[in-house]
């Protein structure tokens, strides 16, 4: 699929997916920090953000502290 691609173009049709992925990782980080979490400690959610995509999603669905936990 990408044999006749050179590496720019390769990392331009990917672009949107980085640049959406490091918004979110910061995006969450940023949140545990100030807000702080539900479940876990803010060290290990941090590691969990990591993982991919799947870390910041899954920490949005799980961990985030919500407003009715305060």
Do not use: H, T
Not at 9 to 34: G, S
């Amino acid at each position: 699929m990408f044999n006749n691609m050179n590496s720019m173009e390769i990392l331009k049709l990917f672009a949107p997916i980085i640049i959406f992925q490091v918004a979110l990782l910061i995006y969450c980080i940023i949140d545990i920090l100030r807000k702080g979490v539900r479940n876990l400690n803010k060290p290990l959610w941090i590691a969990i953000l990591f993982i991919n995509l799947i870390g910041p999603i899954a920490y949005l669905i799980i961990g985030r502290k919500r407003w009715s936990d305060d």
